[in-house]
């Protein structure tokens, strides 16, 4: 069963400190993983999307990193902007439809 | 250049009244969605149409219809709501790719 858990739930840093955000899936057949930023209130934003093992997408402090099992979005000197939650989703070889993971609410104190 | 727009923001129903949501885009997108998100759950897909004219069941279509009125419009209908139907509902569309532009919700209630 195609599945993606992202980890963990909720993330609190301080402004500057750097971290990442873990997701992680299970899919025959990869036809692509995507990032979105989630705002309170609004409909997902679109950040990246990955192909293929090895791949790396880079957006100001963000960037994505992809392997055969996972994808990170690592952030670097975050700042209190970017708190959101972070969805990540596939999309398989035979299937159209694109599964979801729960989400990274991350918190940026300054 | 609106990107996707739905109607109407919030909503509040008693067990059994009827609703539509609407969904419009001015991207020229083939392919729309109807999705519902929960806490701590990941979106879930209700519908989607891959292009004017099809539609297809996503993971969770029970209690829900839709019409996809034309290249532009594509709405959600519930016949009968009931309170497991209370939810956050997001429409949105793609080129067919992952790529999605999301609409700012829908958020409903069923008493």
């Known amino acids: 069963e195609d599945q993606v858990t992202q980890s963990p739930e909720a993330l609190r840093l301080q402004e500057g400190e750097s971290s990442s955000l873990n997701c992680s899936y299970t899919?025959?057949?990869?036809?692509?993983l995507f990032w979105y930023r989630q705002d309170p209130g609004k409909g997902p934003e679109f950040l990246f999307t990955?192909?293929?093992?090895?791949e790396e997408k880079e957006k100001e402090r963000l960037k994505a990193t992809l392997t055969k099992k996972e994808s990170f979005l690592h952030i670097t000197a975050p700042k209190p902007e970017d708190s959101a939650t972070y969805l990540c989703?596939?999309?398989?070889?035979?299937?159209?439809?694109?599964?979801w993971g729960a989400g990274t609410k991350l918190i940026i104190k300054p | 250049n609106a990107g996707v727009t739905q109607t109407p923001k919030f909503q509040v129903l008693k067990t059994g009244q009827s609703m539509t949501l609407q969904c419009a885009q001015d991207?020229?997108?083939?392919?729309m969605y109807w999705y519902r998100q929960d806490p701590g759950m990941g979106l879930r897909l209700i519908y989607y149409?891959?292009?004017?004219?099809?539609?297809d069941k996503g993971e969770v279509p029970n209690g829900y219809n839709v019409s996809r009125l034309n290249k532009r419009e594509f709405s959600l209908r519930l016949e009968s709501a009931a309170p497991s139907q209370t939810s956050v509902y997001f429409c949105?569309?793609?080129?067919?790719?992952?790529?999605?532009?999301f609409g700012p919700g829908t958020r409903l209630t069923v008493l």
């Open positions: 899919v025959s057949g990869l036809r692509g």
């Open positions: 989703a596939v999309q398989a070889d035979s299937n159209y439809q694109l599964i």
């Open positions: 149409s891959a292009s004017e004219g099809t539609t």
């Open positions: 990955l192909y293929s093992a090895g």
């Open positions: 949105a569309s793609s080129d067919g790719g992952g790529r999605g532009v």
């Open positions: 991207m020229n997108h083939n392919s």
